[in-house]
Every structure is written in C-alpha cells, then in structure tokens.
C-alpha cells in the first residue's frame, strides 16, 4: 500500500459517504468498535467526517465474554470515547459460552441484537449503527458460501446497508481492502487490538482468510478478492430488480382462513422458472427465516406445479414441505400454509 494511497482515504471515505447519502445532518450513528484495526479505522474516518456533516456519533462496544483480553477490548473502545468526547455504550454478554456449538453465529446474533437495542431507546440512542466490514470480509463470505453452496442470492454477501428496528446497520468500509486501512492507521500513529481468536485454524473463516485465499491469489488471481467483492457488488444491485418483481408476483395470492395462501396453479406455472422460484422462496423465508429452502426442495415443488397445470382431473394432490412451508399442489389450485412448529404464523400475499 503507497503512502499515497493511504494519504488519500480520508477523501476517498467522504467521498463515498457522501454519494450514499446514508444520514442527513444531525441525525445520530452509533460506531461499533471491537478494538481491531477495522472498525477503529471507521470510527477515526467518520470522526473526521462527522463535524462537516453534523453527524452526532457515540461508540458501542459488544462485550463477548469469551476471552481472557475482552476486558481490555472494552476498555480500549471506552479510551477512545473518552480521548474523542463521544457517548459509549457498552453491553456485557453472559449468555456465550465456548464450547457452544455455532458460537460465531450465536455471538453475532447476541451483537446484532444489542445493536437494534440502541436503535430502539426511547430516545434512540442512535438513528443508525455503523459496522467495520471491509471488502477482504465481503470477499471472504462471496468464497465461504460458494464453498458451502448457495444460490444466486447468497452472492450477494454482505449487505451495505441492514434494517434492523427502527433504524439501520451501515458498513461504510466495503468499497475498502484491510491493508489500505491498516496502512492509514500507521500513518496516523494509532494502534489497535489484535484478536487471537481470528488466527484460530479451526474457524473455517479463518482458514479462509489466512490459507486458501493467499493461496488462490498467488497461484490464480492476484486481485481475486476484489474481484470477489465486485462480484457481491453486481449480484446486489441485481437482488434489488428482483426484489420488485418479486414484490408484484405476491399479487397472484390470496389469503386463506388459517394464515394461508392461495393461488390458481396455472398463473404460477405461467412465470418464468427463475421468478417462480423466487416468489416461492420468499413465501417460505417470510414464514421461518433460516429454515432449509434448498434448491433439491425447491425444485421439487417448481416440477410438481408444471406437472399439475398440464394434469386432467382426477388429479391427486401432492403435498411438500418447503423451509417452513406446507404446499398442496393441484390442477386449479396451489396452497401454501405454515408447517407445524414453524417460526412464522402469517403468510401475506
């Protein structure tokens, strides 16, 4: 990274905020800062930017309790409130536990809910919450979901911006790599935490990040995680088309006794397979967010309504589940309801 480019992110940052457009002048933004070189970036970068754009900030740490230094990342957050003159919120988890399974999950859900916390005060104590993801995060969940298999929405990865409650999560560091961000931080003379943890091979994020992507980056693609990272930037601006079209395909249903849907069989099997599959997909995430909505599932149901459009009566009814979906597919009609035990209780057309 040249003293040039680091010299110029500040610009580069306002530059960026700006073209989003993200807050108006005086709203609040709580910044959430582990203590690593990331989000301590992001909370020195929007320092700088926030008199000129009357942004009132105040920072938030998340307290895991998982280790033995958390103590000292809480209150390396709380000095560099103080040394700024800005609010800092602090919550204490005692929930976590090492040995949990899917603790990374559980930790992030545990941070994600004391961030929608703040946003719902009364008095807020911010409009939005600002996070520290950087590209090299994005292209790292772009390559862990390809490994783990997804669909097209999945490539989507990390969205820049998240409702969450009365308010919003923001990452404004995406467009940027961790080095350019390091590098500034050195030039400016501040140190940051380092989190043993994120050298922890058994984490398949961290393998990732330490051994197959060098690895792909030297013997493929030498900018392979920006190439990753555009590739997450094209896929959202896409998710937002279909994201419409999506939103006028729920105008075929209607609502049944029983927290149901209807909708005549023939206009489903009448939409192009690619919107059929995501308007049912939505239906089944809108029901039970996280259940298992695989494509093997969903293809299932896809083959079962162009089957049943073209059947002469009699014609028995065939019946699936789909993430926390119920479908009965027949010739006239498809009915969609929530499956017993699952998250959700109403499906809207």
């Given at each position: 990274m040249s003293a040039s480019a680091a010299h110029s992110l500040p610009r580069r940052f306002a530059e960026h905020w700006?073209?989003?457009?993200?807050?108006?002048?005086?709203?609040?933004?709580?910044?959430?800062?582990?203590?690593g070189s990331d989000s301590l970036a992001l909370l020195l970068l929007l320092r700088r930017h926030?008199?000129?754009?009357?942004?009132?900030?105040?920072?938030?740490?998340?307290?895991?309790?998982?280790?033995?230094?958390?103590?000292?990342?809480a209150e390396f957050a709380a000095s560099w409130a103080r040394?700024?003159?800005?609010?800092?919120?602090?919550?204490?988890?005692?929930?976590?536990?090492?040995e949990m399974p899917n603790l990374e999950a559980a930790a992030r859900r545990r941070r994600y809910r004391f961030f929608s916390r703040l946003l719902a005060l009364s008095p807020p104590a911010a409009d939005a919450v600002a996070?520290?993801?950087?590209?090299?995060?994005?292209?790292?969940?772009?390559?862990?979901?390809?490994?783990?298999?997804?669909?097209?929405?999945?490539?989507s990865a990390i969205q820049p911006v998240l409702r969450a409650g009365r308010g919003r999560i923001l990452r404004p560091l995406l467009p940027f790599d961790r080095d350019e961000l390091q590098a500034w931080l050195r030039a400016e003379g501040a140190s940051w935490r380092?989190?043993?943890?994120?050298?922890?091979?058994?984490?398949?994020?961290?393998r990732i990040r330490h051994e197959l992507l060098p690895a792909l980056e030297r013997d493929y693609n030498p900018r392979l995680r920006r190439r990753l990272a555009a590739l997450a930037e094209l896929v959202q601006a896409e998710e937002q088309v279909w994201a419409e079209l999506t939103a006028q395909d729920r105008g075929l249903a209607a609502p049944i006794e029983g927290a149901g849907l209807q909708v005549e069989t023939m206009r489903l099997a009448a939409l192009p397979l690619a919107r059929l599959r995501r308007l049912l997909r939505a239906w089944a995430e809108e029901v039970c967010r996280g259940a298992a909505c695989d494509f093997i599932h969903l293809h299932a149901v896809t083959e079962a309504i162009h089957a049943a459009a073209?059947?002469?009566?009699?014609?028995?009814?065939?019946?699936?589940?789909?993430?926390?979906?119920?479908?009965?597919?027949?010739?006239?009609?498809?009915?969609?309801?929530p499956a017993p035990g699952a998250c959700g209780v109403i499906l809207k057309p």
């Amino acid at each position: 990274m040249s003293a040039s480019a680091a010299h110029s992110l500040p610009r580069r940052f306002a530059e960026h905020w700006d073209r989003l457009a993200w807050l108006r002048p005086g709203q609040r933004l709580a910044v959430a800062v582990s203590g690593g070189s990331d989000s301590l970036a992001l909370l020195l970068l929007l320092r700088r930017h926030a008199e000129r754009r009357r942004l009132q900030l105040s920072v938030a740490h998340f307290h895991h309790g998982l280790r033995p230094e958390a103590d000292a990342d809480a209150e390396f957050a709380a000095s560099w409130a103080r040394r700024l003159a800005l609010p800092f919120w602090l919550c204490r988890s005692t929930a976590l536990r090492p040995e949990m399974p899917n603790l990374e999950a559980a930790a992030r859900r545990r941070r994600y809910r004391f961030f929608s916390r703040l946003l719902a005060l009364s008095p807020p104590a911010a409009d939005a919450v600002a996070t520290g993801h950087t590209a090299d995060d994005q292209a790292e969940t772009v390559l862990l979901r390809l490994l783990r298999g997804t669909g097209p929405s999945g490539l989507s990865a990390i969205q820049p911006v998240l409702r969450a409650g009365r308010g919003r999560i923001l990452r404004p560091l995406l467009p940027f790599d961790r080095d350019e961000l390091q590098a500034w931080l050195r030039a400016e003379g501040a140190s940051w935490r380092e989190d043993a943890s994120n050298r922890d091979s058994r984490r398949r994020r961290n393998r990732i990040r330490h051994e197959l992507l060098p690895a792909l980056e030297r013997d493929y693609n030498p900018r392979l995680r920006r190439r990753l990272a555009a590739l997450a930037e094209l896929v959202q601006a896409e998710e937002q088309v279909w994201a419409e079209l999506t939103a006028q395909d729920r105008g075929l249903a209607a609502p049944i006794e029983g927290a149901g849907l209807q909708v005549e069989t023939m206009r489903l099997a009448a939409l192009p397979l690619a919107r059929l599959r995501r308007l049912l997909r939505a239906w089944a995430e809108e029901v039970c967010r996280g259940a298992a909505c695989d494509f093997i599932h969903l293809h299932a149901v896809t083959e079962a309504i162009h089957a049943a459009a073209g059947a002469a009566p009699p014609h028995r009814p065939r019946h699936y589940r789909l993430g926390g979906l119920v479908v009965r597919i027949t010739p006239r009609w498809v009915w969609l309801r929530p499956a017993p035990g699952a998250c959700g209780v109403i499906l809207k057309p």
